[in-house]
């Protein structure tokens, strides 16, 4: 069959193969990669051009995230506050009542043993919060929260890399660029993610060194999860640390489980190692980061969760300590999200500050059966999303799957699942191309979340940015529910503004 005009434009390639392979070629180079198990790199997919996103807007989100991030702050050290509001949660979701053990364990003040009263070591760890808030722009409602991230939150290097990729392809593939662009008159967002949440870290660090008069570089840990497939992130904020002299290691809770002990001065000090200065959590936000084979126990998760207990009560700048990480659970997200705004000024916030917040949080509802039959006989099921306390990609259920759900679950599982309004952000206004091992798809209908950095030692802002730190845009095809990078059908993405 001889090929038309028109067949041979069907079939022709989007992008030449040459283009494909450079950009790909330079994501592995810097990092922009997975491990695979063969210990090779497979590059993250990625956008062949940004997305966009009004100036106003994100001078707003710019405005509000810090804000955000002193109030969660603040909140993560209201420790009767925690244990109040989360209550129920943490009696209906096994993984939240082993969070809220611990943090029983080391902010309740007295333990009673069956001979005697004894205080608790208290701890000693300085609260860093490192921050993620994720939000859509929806077409009605304007930029919305999703989620607070505040343990593991990751990707800030791969963040800042996909801005400087997206500037390699313009400056080499020009015309290929300007192709595939939303808007000519538009600039791109800075972003300087890797560098201002490695300054945040490494302040930290180094107060803590000047603390305990030591001499030397700080020395910051990173605790990993065993088989850890996304290290270039990783390894690319431990450079940029490095790059500020501060020392970096890596251990999992295993290791640690039988390397860390106690110094002078309530010091953390790890084996062959010396003190430790700061702590950063990539792992610990799910039961299994807890379970580990090779340790027999009677009580699942104990020793792991131990060691977690044991790091906060040293003298370390920490994220994320347990109370951050009940901070940002779904179920404070829905709390806060219910409270007045006059509320918010018993952590420090003014009125002002407190609307400004309260206008980036979406509607939320809590599962009980008054809001179950509300759901079942009035809602619009399209408006909505069923969410659990779960971490990363997997635990939203949409539409008329909610019902279904809610009629599984038994009264004593609602308190761990919430309701929230959904969010239907700007589909990007011309088609563009994804790519992904190597092979390019063109996607008509993509979609946006933004992530805001954020750095915060002890209540204090600590980057160049009154406590920002850069930004993640992960971009998804709308048809798809699961938008993560490392799990989802996400693509990197970077932000161009249009006034």
Request: aromatic content about 8%; proline content about 4%.
């Amino acid at each position: 069959m001889k090929n038309t005009p028109e067949t041979l434009e069907q079939i022709k390639p989007l992008l030449s193969q040459q283009l494909i392979e450079d950009v790909c070629e330079w994501a592995i180079m810097h990092g922009v990669a997975f491990k695979q198990s063969d210990n090779t790199a497979r590059h993250c997919p990625f956008s062949i051009a940004p997305t966009t996103l009004e100036r106003h807007m994100y001078q707003h989100l710019l405005k509000v995230t810090p804000l955000i991030a002193k109030l969660i702050s603040n909140v993560s050290e209201d420790h009767q506050f925690l244990r109040q509001s989360l209550a129920n949660m943490s009696q209906a979701e096994p993984f939240f009542a082993l969070l809220m053990s611990m943090h029983q364990q080391l902010h309740g003040a007295i333990e009673q043993t069956e001979n005697e009263a004894r205080l608790l070591l208290a701890p000693a760890r300085e609260p860093l919060l490192l921050m993620r808030t994720d939000f859509m722009d929806d077409r009605e409602l304007g930029a919305k929260v999703i989620e607070f991230n505040g343990i593991a939150a990751g990707m800030a290097p791969f963040g800042q890399r996909a801005t400087q990729l997206h500037r390699y392809i313009e400056q080499q593939w020009a015309m290929q660029f300007q192709q595939w662009s939303v808007a000519q008159a538009a600039t791109p967002a800075d972003n300087l993610g890797m560098e201002q949440l490695a300054l945040g870290i490494a302040t930290a660090a180094k107060s803590i060194k000047r603390e305990f008069g030591d001499q030397g570089k700080a020395t910051f840990l990173m605790v990993v999860q065993p088989n850890e497939d996304n290290v270039y992130d990783q390894h690319l904020l431990e450079v940029a640390l490095q790059n500020l002299g501060v020392r970096t290691v890596r251990r999992t809770f295993a290791q640690l489980s039988y390397q860390l002990s106690s110094g002078e001065n309530q010091r953390l000090m790890l084996q062959d190692v010396g003190a430790i200065d700061a702590v950063y959590l990539r792992a610990g936000y799910q039961h299994s980061d807890y379970c580990d084979p090779e340790i027999v126990e009677a009580q699942c998760c104990h020793t792991l969760s131990q060691t977690r207990v044991f790091i906060e009560q040293h003298k370390v700048a920490m994220n994320a300590t347990i109370s951050q990480q009940l901070a940002t659970s779904k179920s404070m997200q829905m709390v806060l999200t219910m409270l007045p705004a006059e509320q918010y000024l018993r952590w420090g916030l003014t009125l002002e500050e407190a609307e400004l917040v309260k206008s980036v949080l979406a509607e939320m509802k809590p599962v009980n059966l008054a809001n179950i039959e509300w759901f079942n006989r009035h809602a619009d099921k399209s408006q909505w999303v069923l969410k659990n306390q779960g971490e990363g990609g997997g635990h939203c259920i949409f539409a008329d799957d909610i019902g279904v759900k809610l009629a599984q679950l038994k009264p004593e599982e609602y308190d761990a699942w919430a309701l929230m309004q959904r969010l239907y952000p700007h589909e990007r206004e011309k088609p563009t191309v994804a790519i992904r091992d190597a092979k390019q798809t063109i996607v008509d209908d993509l979609i946006s979340e933004i992530g805001l950095f954020t750095a915060h030692y002890k209540g204090q802002p600590v980057t160049e940015f009154d406590g920002y730190a850069g930004y993640l845009i992960r971009s998804k095809p709308a048809s798809e529910n699961e938008g993560g990078i490392h799990s989802g059908k996400g693509i990197l993405d970077s932000l161009m503004l249009v006034d």
